[in-house]
């Protein structure tokens, strides 16, 4: 959460320099060896602690999707072209069988469409699954803003159809649009697979991800004359994403992508809007719910589906910050359900104030919703922007198993922007573990502390949170201001630690938390 959106990590020209550098950067930390048998894509052994190995190629489809050939083509290599062409898609996630419209406005003449689906391949970070034949370019309409909600949604007439068949593979896609005179420009889409039994589930936060998209100049903080008064109330899918039109996903996803495909782990995909519409999927088909950088905005059926997860035995991972801080509503718009997400941010303005009293969208932890995110998380958001080393304070913890880290040791710049903490001003679990805690500065705030928790639920689950949305980005070198420098080898260890036990069993049975609040003297913070 920030007023300030100006300071998110997201596809801006740096991330995008920075995320050919992570391309570049893992890929000799793999072909150096010095992350060892961590990301290596074949088997691996057990783990001291129990883990079992990965599977092999013929029962997991991740290792054998990684045999293909990549390519880096993928990538938008000028972030100044893509002004001359944008589009969306009328699904934000589909299934085999589906068929997918866009609605692509452009400068050029002609485009093509094509269909990258995102992982490792080698380093390279994408596969060609499919590709359009040249399309006839042109404008659309001018958007629509319907008062008294600001809501901003294109109207644009579809000018490509998707099949999406058996050849597309279950993931995450990057449709990039390019135009003929070098305009280029990204549509995402996840591909589901709603009969996984895959270990891990990996969400995309595509409802905070349009939370924060101000195309057409509005969005959920402002308007364009950036005041949070003139903000919109509810934003809609049936429009692009600003800036290269990738939402969040290269910024604050994509590296945990390529990290877990990297090691061949058994992973599938959905959105949080497939864990609002079918989130009972968890209870039986996974063991994990893997969450990533800024996963700020849940709907109630969201926050339900993995609480009930966590308390029948689903590990929740949490690698980011300020996670399950909004509680939202979702819509229908004139493209299909679920494609408007209402947040009025202020109980006064919301129909439903008077009438359905849960439902308002505030802070979970605000009146009159009254649920803080730390009930299910572990800790509390508390500030942005920040920036800060992280330190060990449990080097014990499993969560440390071969990094070689000890007590008062730092990661450089693990901190931030945003960042959470324990704040036992709000419902912590009793058992809650803190292995980081971090002296921080906030400029709104003054100096307080960053944690990483882990607890386990009566269920045996585990529950892990990073505590800071640079987490996964610091998996590769697309957050360091020196592109030349590596990930920290502890994050890549904690991380393959953490994916390993939480896609093996509820992590609780190998790992117990161990409480530590009370000898760490954490102090209590104002709510």
């Known amino acids: 959460m920030a007023a300030d959106a100006a300071g998110r990590m997201t596809n801006s020209a740096r991330v995008l320099r920075g995320l050919l550098a992570a ?5 000799v930390l793999i072909g150096a060896g010095y992350i060892g048998a961590a990301l290596h894509r074949g088997p ?8 079992k190995p990965t599977p092999t190629a013929a029962l997991n489809p991740i290792v054998a999707e990684n045999q293909h050939a990549g390519t880096t083509d993928w990538r938008v290599k000028d972030g100044a072209a893509s002004r001359g062409i944008e589009g969306y898609a009328d699904h934000v996630s589909a299934h085999t069988g589906d068929t997918v419209n866009l609605s692509v406005s452009t400068s050029a003449a002609r485009y ?6 995102m992982g490792y391949y080698g380093g390279l970070g994408g ?3 499919w590709q359009s034949p040249l399309q006839r370019g042109g404008p659309q309409v001018t958007p629509t803003v319907q008062a008294p909600t600001f809501i901003v949604e294109a109207k644009w007439k579809p000018t490509t159809t998707i099949h999406v068949d058996a050849a597309w593979p279950p993931g995450d896609y990057l449709l990039k649009l390019a135009g003929d005179g070098g305009q280029q420009r990204y549509v995402p889409l996840t591909v589901v697979n709603d009969t996984s039994t895959a270990d891990l589930v990996i969400q995309n936060a595509v409802t905070t991800w349009q939370a924060y998209n101000n195309w057409g100049g509005y969005n959920l903080y402002n308007g364009p004359d950036q005041t949070f008064a003139s903000r919109s109330r509810i934003v809609s899918f049936d ?5 290269d039109g990738s939402g969040d996903f290269l910024g604050n ?3 945990l992508v390529y990290f877990a495909e990297s090691y061949g782990l058994d992973v599938t995909y959905w959105t949080d809007i497939d864990l609002h519409e079918r989130g009972a999927q968890l209870l039986g088909n996974h063991r994990g719910l893997i969450t990533l950088g800024h996963d700020e905005y849940w709907t109630r059926p969201m926050r339900t589906a993995a ?4 308390d029948r035995g689903v590990n929740l991972a949490f690698l980011g910050a300020n996670a399950v801080f909004r509680q939202i509503r979702l819509e229908a718009s004139p493209l299909g359900s679920d494609r408007r997400v209402v947040d009025y941010k202020d109980a006064g303005e919301d129909p439903l104030n008077a009438s359905a009293k849960g439902l308002v969208t505030v802070n979970w932890r605000d009146p009159p919703v009254n649920l803080p995110e730390s009930s299910l998380i572990g800790q509390s958001f508390e500030c942005n922007p920040a920036r800060a080393n992280a330190v060990v304070v449990d080097a014990t913890s499993w969560i440390f198993e071969n990094t070689g880290v000890h007590d008062g040791d730092t990661l450089t ?16 679990p009793p058992n809650l573990e803190v292995v980081m805690h971090s002296p921080v500065s906030c400029p709104t705030l003054g100096s307080s502390y960053s944690d990483v928790t882990y607890y386990t639920a009566t269920s045996g689950a585990g529950v892990f949170s990073t505590g800071t949305t640079t987490w996964v980005c610091q998996l590769t070198a697309s957050c360091l201001q020196d592109p030349r420098s590596h990930p920290d080898l502890a994050v890549l260890q904690v991380t393959k630690n953490v994916l390993l036990a939480f896609g093996a069993e509820p992590a609780g049975q190998a790992h117990p938390s161990k409480p530590n609040v009370a000898a760490l003297h954490i102090e209590t913070p104002k709510k």
């Open 44 to 51: 691996a052994p057990p783990s001291a602690a129990g883990t």
């Open 413 to 428: 710049g693990i901190v931030g922007p945003w960042y959470d903490r324990v704040n036992l001003a709000y419902p912590t």
């Open 253 to 255: 996803e994509f590296p």
């Open 127 to 129: 596969r060609l699954i």
């Open 23 to 27: 391309v570049v950067s893992l890929a």
């Open 239 to 243: 429009r692009p994403y600003a800036g």
């Open 307 to 310: 609480t009930d997860g966590r």
């Open 112 to 117: 093509r469409v094509q269909a990258y689906r």
